[in-house]
Nanobody, 116 residues
Framework: QVQLVESGGGLVQTGGSLRLSCVAS????????MGWFRQAPGKERELVAR????????TYADFVKGRFTISKDNYLNTLYLQMSSLEPEATAVYSC?????????WGQGTQVTVSS
């Protein structure tokens, strides 16, 4: 009963920036963490970043550390992924996830394409 809706994806040139947003609605009071995953065609889905909802503690994949920043707005019930210095390797579908007690919720994803 938790709905996650991503937005902010699109086409950007190498070196550009994008900010992805994920708005959560429904029963969201049992969240432990929220995060971003990405999946490129023919590749496995991989974790990009995760944030602990109550504390704000964050973790990042090694390949994006220093270029991507995960954050949240409790008032707006929104998760963000700020991406800078984008390279073509970042092209993928980015999905928002919320980890609850015993289950996970997923958004449908938003496409990010980085061109030369």
């Amino acid at each position: 009963q938790v709905q996650l809706v991503e937005s902010g994806g699109g086409l950007v040139q190498t070196g550009g920036s994008l900010r992805l947003s994920c708005v959560a609605s429904g029963r969201t009071d049992d969240r432990n963490t929220m995060g971003w995953f990405r999946q490129a065609p023919g590749k496995e889905r991989e974790l990009v970043a995760r944030i602990w909802w109550t504390t704000g503690e964050t973790t990042y994949a090694d390949f994006v550390k220093g270029r991507f920043t995960i954050s949240k707005d409790n008032y707006l019930n929104t998760l963000y992924l700020q991406m800078s210095s984008l390279e073509p390797e970042a092209t993928a579908v980015y999905s928002c996830t919320a980890v609850h007690s015993g289950y996970e919720s997923w958004g449908q994803g938003t496409q990010v394409t980085v061109s030369s």
